[in-house]
Each structure stands twice: as C-alpha cells, then as structure tokens.
C-alpha cells in the first residue's frame, strides 16, 4: 500500500482510538482501581479485536458480520455484564489490607475474555472498520501485504494510545495514598467503569 492511504488510516484510527470510549474508560478505571501490572491480558484481547474487526472489513467479511449479528449482540451484552461486574467489585473493593494478606486480581484469561467483549461488542469500533475504513482505503485493491501493512500500522497506533492512557492513570494512581483517597478512587473507578457498560450498552 501506499504510504498516504496508511497514514489517513493511522490519523483517523489516532482520532478514533485516542478519544475517550467505552474501551478507553474501562482501562483507565482498571488501572486506577488494580494497577498495570495485570492489565497486559485485557490490553492483547482489545488489539487482538480490533485486528478481527479490520481483517472482517480488509476481506470483504462485512455480510458475514452482518449474517450472524446475533451473535456480536450476544458478546456486546456479556461484555456489558462484566463490566457491571467489575464496577460492583471496584466499588466495595477494601482499602487496606491486613497484614500478610495478598490482594486478589482476577485472573488473565477472565480479563482476556473481558477485553475482547468489550472490543467485539463495542458498535463504536465496529462501526469504524465496517462504514469508515472504507471510505478511506480502497479495501478491493488491498492484498495480503497491504492487510499486513494495515495491521501493522493499526497495533502501533493503538498500543502507543493505549499504554499512554496507562501511564497516565498510573500516574494519577501514585497519588492516592490515603484509605479516603483510594476509597474515592474505587467509586469513581467503578462509575466509569459503570459508565463504559452504559455506553455500550446504549449504542446500537
């Protein structure tokens, strides 16, 4: 592919991404209520996802999307319910811990699994890959290499986006020292994690 079809598609992912969404907030809110040290798995599942929805988009796999809609309905709907799950977890998670005691993450797979419903359930990013992308690259002329070419250029935008929002809401973390200050930390995690569910919930 040409390098200004590849650099429109990193500047318009770059707007899309970058802006705050349902994604953007379930992973700060994680990151502020747990840390980053666990947040790698729901990262990989939030690329690994949006590289399905391009690859649907790059191979002409738009009526299959539309074909078994029930089923990404179905995964938007779990991925809401998990969400709601982890915001009621943030929001009565204790603020200290007694001695001796180790704090209990979920595991990788659950927050895999959550990643990618989040991601395969989100009409904002699947809106983006069926209706915009192409409007933006000629998907007929695309070959093997220009899907490789695409999904290059597509993880290098989203990671840099991605672990920027991580540093920044690992930052702000480091300053919520008090049991208050976390206890406030937990609840407006677990808002914005409610609010992420809501917004994706809400779309259609």
């Given at each position: 592919m040409d390098i200004t079809s590849l650099l429109?598609?990193?500047?318009?992912?770059l707007v899309a991404a970058g802006?705050?969404?349902p994604s953007v907030?379930?992973?700060v809110a994680r990151v502020i209520s747990k840390g980053f040290r666990d947040v790698f798995p729901f990262l990989l599942a939030m690329w690994i996802g949006e590289g399905i929805w391009l690859s649907l988009a790059v191979f002409g796999l738009a009526v299959v999307a539309q074909t078994f809609h029930l089923a990404f309905v179905v995964v938007k709907w779990l991925g809401v319910v998990y969400l709601l799950?982890?915001?009621?977890k943030m929001w009565f998670a204790p603020v200290k811990l007694r001695d001796g005691e180790i704090p209990r993450e979920d595991s990788p797979i659950k927050l895999f699994i959550a990643g990618m419903a989040v991601t395969l359930g989100n009409p904002k990013i699947m809106m983006f890959y069926m209706a915009l992308l192409p409007t933006i690259v000629d998907l007929a002329a695309v070959t093997v290499v220009g899907w490789l070419?695409?999904?290059l250029t597509m993880a290098i935008v989203l990671i840099g986006i991605d672990i920027a929002w991580v540093f920044a809401a690992a930052q702000a973390r480091k300053f919520l020292k008090s049991e208050r200050a976390m206890r406030a930390a937990n609840r407006i995690s677990a808002g914005m994690m409610g609010g992420a569910a809501a917004a994706i919930a809400a779309r259609t």
């Amino acid at each position: 592919m040409d390098i200004t079809s590849l650099l429109i598609f990193a500047g318009a992912l770059l707007v899309a991404a970058g802006s705050p969404g349902p994604s953007v907030a379930a992973l700060v809110a994680r990151v502020i209520s747990k840390g980053f040290r666990d947040v790698f798995p729901f990262l990989l599942a939030m690329w690994i996802g949006e590289g399905i929805w391009l690859s649907l988009a790059v191979f002409g796999l738009a009526v299959v999307a539309q074909t078994f809609h029930l089923a990404f309905v179905v995964v938007k709907w779990l991925g809401v319910v998990y969400l709601l799950y982890l915001a009621w977890k943030m929001w009565f998670a204790p603020v200290k811990l007694r001695d001796g005691e180790i704090p209990r993450e979920d595991s990788p797979i659950k927050l895999f699994i959550a990643g990618m419903a989040v991601t395969l359930g989100n009409p904002k990013i699947m809106m983006f890959y069926m209706a915009l992308l192409p409007t933006i690259v000629d998907l007929a002329a695309v070959t093997v290499v220009g899907w490789l070419e695409l999904t290059l250029t597509m993880a290098i935008v989203l990671i840099g986006i991605d672990i920027a929002w991580v540093f920044a809401a690992a930052q702000a973390r480091k300053f919520l020292k008090s049991e208050r200050a976390m206890r406030a930390a937990n609840r407006i995690s677990a808002g914005m994690m409610g609010g992420a569910a809501a917004a994706i919930a809400a779309r259609t």
